[in-house]
Structures are given as structure tokens and as C-alpha cells.
């Protein structure tokens, strides 16, 4: 079998696509399966447009006698690959971890509305976002979804006119664990993008209340290389991630992954999946918030979490997600 990945990011390039697509070529070629690779930033001194049509060509060339094409970036890779695929006679799957449309607006316009709640409601979009949920329309009735968790393929259904055929669910990998260190104070880390939907302020506020009281508590902010968040991860306290929404966050499982408890926003994919391990708070009320960083601050309850942590066993590889995919390929054939 040979299949062509769309990546519109790869290695040496930094960022959750590029990873994805190059853990999931080596898990397919384990596999004894044929791989071709079109990465779209491999175009960048092309003008935008042509540079689409120039990578569609690419991907046509490349997926001759291929079985299906796998695109990871829907409003970058996806509709060059619908295109190409279509030409050829095979079928596309693009896989969807987030909501450019609904991310793109929340930070253009400051308007901090939670994901399950965007769509159901008139918003004033950009021409820009207009085009964006125009084309994931186009390419949900020519494509299968890939969707990381439930919670976003439900979200998109009515919206997007999604048929129980365009959908699929393949989620994320879950890596083995690493050894926990013994955190030296009580460090909260939040290292992610500057953006509005991460709520940097309204938290830091309330994280400033909060250690009015529990004086020793300490709040680290930022943006590290991954390797190094791992390893700041492993000796912290506690992880923190109160975005506005967050679909399926790779920070939350690496901070299960280093045996830390986490607070998290109550409008995720994972806020059902892993509440065991953290706290949940609704990010738009600071009181919720202040709460969620009190609980973390309890000795009695850190511990509960830490323990439900350790015994915490679940490992998903990138070989289980490449057959995931290899099953859903052969199902379209």
C-alpha cells in the first residue's frame, strides 16, 4: 500500500503538525507501508494561490498508484490534497485537532466566547473567516474528518452539515510516562502562546488572589522548546491550561505524562476524558478559577490527584494511530 501525507509543516520545523506527520510516517512505514511526503512550507517563496496550485500539482504527482492521501492542516493542506486526490480517484482524509475559524475570530475581535457556544449563535465574521467555514463545508463533503476527541466532531456536525460517513475519531497519542521529581516550591507553569484564548490575564489575576492567602504558591509564564517543558514539567508543582476553550491539548497529557496534576478549562476534550487527574474550572469566571488554584494548593487534594496520577497506565503509540488510519483507508477503499 502506498499513501501520500499532506503536512503543511515538517521537521526541522517546530509545531504539533510537523511533529504529527513525521511520528506518523515512520509508524506507516513500520507497517510495510509506502510513504510519500508533500510539505506545503517547502513552497513558501510562491505566492500565495499559486503556491496552492503548485503544491495540488505535487500532490498529484506523488500520489500516483497511492490508496488514499492524509492531509493534517485543513485551510492550509487540506484543499490541495481534496484536489489532487480527486484527480487521481482516491479518497482524502484530513485530520482536525482545532477551529481556525472560530480561533482566528476570538483573537481578531477579542471576543472570548467558548467554542461549544460559537457556532451557536450569529457572529459577525471577517470575509477571511466567511471563506475558511465555506471551505471546511467544501471539504467535509469530499473528505473524511479525522477529529482528535468526540467533543470537537460533535461541535462541528450541525454547522459544518457533517454525515455520520465524513466522520471518524482518531485521537491523540499518549507517550509513556517519564519520572516525576519532587517539585522544590510551589510552581505553577503556564507556558503557551501570547494570544487572547489562552486568558493570560484574567487567570494571572486570579492566581494573584488566591496567593494572598497561600503565600508560598508561585506562577511561572512563557514559551520553552518541548524537550524543555518536559523537563520542567517533571520538577514543577503543578500545570495549568485555562484557555477559553482547548480541543485536545498535548500539554494536558504531558503533564500526565510527568505525574503532575493540572487544572483545565471545563470547555475541552479532555475535561471529561482526564478529570480524575486535575481541576476543572470555567475559564470566564475568575471566582472559578481562584477556586481551581485553591484545590491545587490543598495538601490533602494535590495528593489524591498525584496518586490517581501514578496510577494512571494508559499508553497510545503513533503504530496504534497508523493503523487506525490503515482501517479507515481500507474501509473507503
Given at each position: 500500500m502506498k499513501i501520500v501525507l499532506a503536512a503543511s509543516i515538517y521537521p526541522p520545523?517546530?509545531?504539533?503538525?510537523s511533529f504529527y506527520a513525521a511520528s506518523l510516517e515512520e509508524a506507516l512505514e513500520k507497517e510495510g507501508t509506502e510513504v510519500e511526503v508533500a510539505v506545503l512550507s517547502s513552497y513558501r517563496r510562491i505566492p500565495p494561490g499559486f503556491r496552492h496550485l503548485w503544491y495540488a500539482y505535487a500532490l498529484w504527482r506523488k500520489a500516483r498508484g497511492a490508496e488514499a492521501v492524509i492531509a493534517f492542516d485543513l485551510?492550509?493542506?487540506g484543499l490541495p490534497?481534496?484536489?489532487?486526490a480527486r484527480m487521481r480517484g482516491i479518497p482524502t482524509i484530513v485530520r482536525v485537532g482545532g477551529d481556525f475559524v472560530w480561533e482566528h475570530y476570538s483573537n481578531r475581535t477579542g471576543d472570548m466566547i467558548p467554542l461549544p457556544d460559537f457556532y451557536?449563535?450569529?457572529?459577525?465574521?471577517?470575509?477571511?473567516?466567511?471563506f475558511a467555514f465555506r471551505l471546511v463545508r467544501l471539504l467535509a463533503r469530499n473528505a473524511v474528518l479525522a477529529f482528535s476527541s468526540p467533543w470537537i466532531a460533535d461541535i462541528w456536525r450541525?454547522?459544518?452539515g457533517l454525515t455520520d460517513a465524513r466522520v471518524r475519531v482518531i485521537e491523540n497519542a499518549i507517550e509513556p510516562k517519564l519520572?516525576?521529581?519532587?517539585?522544590?516550591?510551589?510552581n505553577f507553569i503556564f507556558f503557551s502562546r501570547r494570544i487572547p484564548l489562552k486568558n493570560h490575564i484574567a487567570f494571572r489575576r486570579a492566581f494573584e488572589r488566591v496567593k494572598q492567602k497561600h503565600t508560598d504558591i508561585e506562577l511561572e509564564e512563557g514559551m520553552i522548546p518541548h524537550k524543555e517543558l518536559l523537563e520542567r514539567m517533571r520538577g514543577c508543582y503543578a500545570v495549568v491550561a485555562p484557555s477559553i476553550s482547548e480541543v485536545t491539548p498535548n500539554y494536558i497529557l504531558d503533564a500526565i505524562r510527568c505525574g503532575k496534576p493540572f487544572l483545565l478549562t471545563k470547555y475541552s476534550g479532555y475535561a471529561e476524558r482526564f478529570k480524575e487527574y486535575g481541576v476543572i474550572v470555567d475559564p470566564l469566571s475568575e471566582e472559578s478559577m481562584a477556586r481551581g488554584i485553591e484545590q491545587l494548593s490543598d495538601a490533602a487534594t494535590y495528593e489524591k490527584l498525584r496518586a490517581n496520577i501514578a496510577a494512571f497506565s494508559e499508553v497510545r503509540t503513533y503504530d496504534d494511530i497508523a493503523r487506525?488510519?490503515?482501517?479507515?483507508?481500507?474501509d473507503r477503499a
Open positions: 520545523e517546530i509545531g504539533g503538525p485551510h492550509a493542506a490534497a481534496v484536489v489532487a451557536a449563535r450569529e457572529s459577525h465574521l471577517s470575509a477571511k473567516e466567511r450541525e454547522p459544518y519520572e516525576p521529581l519532587a517539585p522544590a516550591r510551589k487506525e488510519f490503515l482501517l479507515l483507508i481500507k
